[in-house]
């Protein structure tokens, strides 16, 4: 009597584990950068998000704070995670970002009578997380007046 059993022979197996591996190869590095690209955003979006509750504290109080963390929620939430360090004396935060310890540096500069919010660049050196991060901020936006003779409230 002839049976007639079908099955996977062993090359076969083999190949659907190679390709099956083929195509873990290709699809982790994608996931790893999609997760590192949503680090990125987030934070740059709380550095962006930050200036402007900074900017618009200064304008509904006519002043500013030592600590950039009681007038913005996105600066508060940076230092919350580690992610950034106030320095009350400059009135700055600065946040480290891919082993870069001044990344970006979010600060109210005080002079007489007058209060500008600058966002800057510290030095890369060639760190691809913090150069990222340093081009999906737009540094020039938020370099703004606050307070001072050319501010109207």
Known sequence: MKSNRYAFTMIELIFVIVILG???AVAIPKFTATR???VVSKTAQNIMEGASEIASYAISQAKTEDNLSKMSNGIASLV?????DLNTSDKSATVHFGGISDCVKVQVKTGSGDDNLTVSFGDADGNSQC???QSAIDAGKY???LRGTNVTY
């Not at 919350?80 to 950034?84: I, Q, T, V, Y």
């Open 22 to 24: 083929i195509l873990a």
């Open 36 to 38: 590192d690209d949503a």
């Open 80 to 84: 919350a995670s580690g992610d950034a």
């Open 131 to 133: 150069l990222q991060l």
């Open 143 to 145: 370099q703004m007046k």
